[in-house]
């Protein structure tokens, strides 16, 4: 079945790093994806957005990157923040789905 | 501030109980939904409204029902509450087609 899915369920990474959080999906006809980012006891809240049309989209400090051959999407957050801690969701559309989230952690 | 508003923020029921949870958005959006998280299953989709006085049903319908009041509001209904449906339960609205969502802060449901 088709499926919108993670690599890694926990990512921890030194303040100032850059961190790379993957998302894979398989639905073919997806052409909007989105990060969220869900901090504790919050919802989820709207990162940044790409459509099919385009591979690589930046926002402050956060780039996503689609590769449609390979169905995978990227996160790249540059010079974490301890702020940056949560749990990243990517999702898919049409239908909106989303994966089951990795969980950043910045250590001082 | 514009944006999603959740009521109650918590709640604890007994097996059978029932209640209303409310959803309420200022952005005039079309689009409704209400989705469930449960650790490690990311959030799953309950039912939704596309636009005003249309609901259909998510992934996890079975023990919900809704109500999409008017265009700002979107209630969701457990009838008999059932220790499965322990969640946090999440509201959201869009304009409609491919566009992000914007999330309430959730409701925290246990069910004993």
């Known amino acids: 079945g088709e499926s919108v899915g993670l690599h890694l369920p926990t990512l921890s990474v030194q303040e100032g790093d850059n961190s790379i959080i993957n998302c894979a999906y398989s639905?073919?006809?997806?052409?909007?994806f989105i990060w969220y980012k869900q901090e504790s006891g919050k919802g989820p809240q709207f990162i940044i957005d790409?459509?099919?049309?385009?591979d690589k989209r930046q926002g402050q400090r956060v780039t996503v990157l689609l590769n449609k051959t390979v169905k995978h999407l990227s996160l790249q957050i540059a010079a974490t923040q301890p702020g940056d801690s949560a749990v990243y969701f990517c999702a898919e559309n049409p239908p909106m789905r989303f994966g089951a989230g990795t969980r950043l952690t910045v250590k001082p | 501030n514009a944006g999603v508003t959740q009521t109650p923020k918590f709640q604890v029921l007994k097996t059978g109980q029932s209640m209303t949870l409310q959803c309420a958005q200022d952005m005039n959006h079309n689009s409704m939904y209400w989705y469930r998280q449960d650790p490690g299953m990311g959030l799953r989709l309950i039912y939704y409204s596309a636009s005003e006085g249309t609901t259909d049903k998510g992934e996890v319908p079975n023990g919900y029902n809704v109500s999409r009041l008017n265009k700002r509001e979107f209630s969701l209904r457990l009838e008999s509450a059932a220790p499965s449906q322990t969640s946090v339960y999440f509201c959201a609205s869009s304009p409609g087609g491919t566009y992000g969502y914007t999330f309430g802060s959730g409701t925290r449901l246990t069910v004993v």
């Open positions: 639905n073919s006809a997806s052409d909007y």
């Open positions: 790409i459509r099919s049309n385009m």
